[in-house]
């Protein structure tokens, strides 16, 4: 059993609230208004989080799955147009495909990183295609070089889903500055937070442009008109309140601290683990900085789960916050997908323009890769004490 229990990201032990989340949200709340319309709160996290990436425009929202829609909306698409996407991620980079009717079209990731396989990728355009979605998983990232030509060369929009990799680097490139937009989450569990919120970049100006207007009922607001002609388009209300740009104001300032103090630590377990056989730490490819949303163990002799399964048993059984697999399988086995559950009983867009079947085998390095991983919660308030206590909780079940 681990010493004490571990800071975590539901509770004050694992967050870095202090003062001045106080002081902006006191100030808010002073100031009467807690909307966006008629705040600045909000407003100077667009431009503070823009600035700090070196990128001229940011559009706030609601939440990391509401940031992925206003990049989707940013493209204009059409009615069974496709997206190409990895099997391994959250939902919400999936959903707002869907709620645009259009078609996610699942592509392989790599075995080690769990990362979208440029590969793969490749072969999965067809002329149907309008943009791929990197996700940075668990705070690695893609192979972004490959998938930026693979995107220029088709003339298709390269979206960054940053959701779990804030400051996570690629050939010292920050994460979101590569693609043509990228999106990230303020949800609890993330290295920085305002309970539920999202945040896009972009160096496009029309995308940035379309993208706040959809985040608003495609209301232009500076037209001053309360006449039928303001509603531009069919749009969301994916407004932040200015509560949540206080908080997570205060938040994006320390971020740079919040990974550095992550890498730290996870790098210094992964030094412990080195003379283990039965796991191994997770692979981070030379050019790339990791930053440790969750901590991937590796088993090395999986034997399709069962000894995956056991050790993740013992770890959650000795108070680390482990589980296995990350997702129990590729999204693409959810009945979402499979029945498939979409609108009513149409199977809209599927059975119109859906291409791929659903089924066991789709992504097989995906599935493979599930098999052999076990992910660790992994916070910025883990001491050196801490990270002892999970190795020796790791070199434990690693005898499994």
């Known amino acids: 059993m681990t010493r004490e229990t571990l800071p975590h990201f539901l509770h004050a032990s694992g967050r870095t609230f202090g003062k001045e989340e106080e002081q902006l949200v006191l100030e808010a709340l ?38 992925v829609h206003l990049c989707i909306s940013a493209l204009h698409l059409e009615p069974g147009d496709e997206i190409i996407v990895p099997p391994i991620t959250d939902i919400g980079t999936i959903l707002p495909i869907l709620w645009q009717n259009a078609v996610p079209v699942f592509a392989d990731v790599e075995p080690l990183t769990m990362t979208l ?47 779990q990799a804030y400051w996570a680097e690629y050939k010292g490139k920050l994460a979101g500055t590569i693609g043509d937009m990228a999106c990230f989450s303020l949800q609890q569990s993330k290295h920085v937070t305002c309970g539920e919120g999202g945040l896009l970049v972009t160096r496009n100006q029309e995308f940035a442009q379309t993208a706040g207007l959809f985040a608003d009922k495609a209301w232009p607001r500076d037209i001053n008109s309360l006449g039928s002609g303001r509603f531009l388009f069919l749009a969301q209300n994916y407004r932040m309140s200015e509560l949540q740009g206080a908080v997570a104001l205060a938040q994006i300032r320390k971020v740079e601290k919040i990974v550095a103090r992550r890498r730290h630590s996870a790098d210094s377990l992964s030094c412990l683990l080195t003379n283990l056989t039965a796991v191994s730490a ?38 680390v916050p482990a589980w296995v697999r990350y997702i129990a399988d590729p999204l693409y086995l959810s009945p979402l997908f499979t029945q498939p559950a979409t609108y009513g009983t149409s199977g809209y867009p599927f059975r119109e323009y ?16 599930l098999d052999s991983v076990i992910a660790i919660h992994w916070n910025e308030n883990l001491n050196s004490d801490h990270v002892k206590d999970i190795a020796a909780a790791i070199q434990l079940a690693a005898k499994q």
């Open 30 to 67: 002073r100031s009467g208004c807690l909307s966006k319309t008629g705040g600045s709160l909000v407003k100077r996290l667009e431009r503070e989080f823009a600035a700090m990436l070196d990128l001229p425009f940011a559009v706030a929202c609601s939440s990391g799955t509401a940031a």
């Open 354 to 369: 859906g291409a791929q079947k659903f089924e066991r085998g789709l992504c097989p390095q995906a599935e493979a890769a």
């Open 117 to 163: 396989d440029p590969k793969d990728v490749s072969r999965k355009i067809t002329s149907k295609t309008r943009a791929i979605i990197a996700v940075h998983l668990a705070g690695q990232m893609c192979e972004m070089e490959s998938l930026r030509k693979i995107a220029d060369e088709r003339k298709v929009a390269l979206i960054e889903d940053c959701s």
């Open 282 to 319: 997770p692979h981070i490819p030379a050019h790339t900085k990791h930053s440790y949303w969750l901590y991937m163990l590796h088993v090395t002799q999986p034997e399709n789960g069962t000894h995956t399964q056991k050790i993740g048993d013992a770890l959650a059984e000795q108070g």
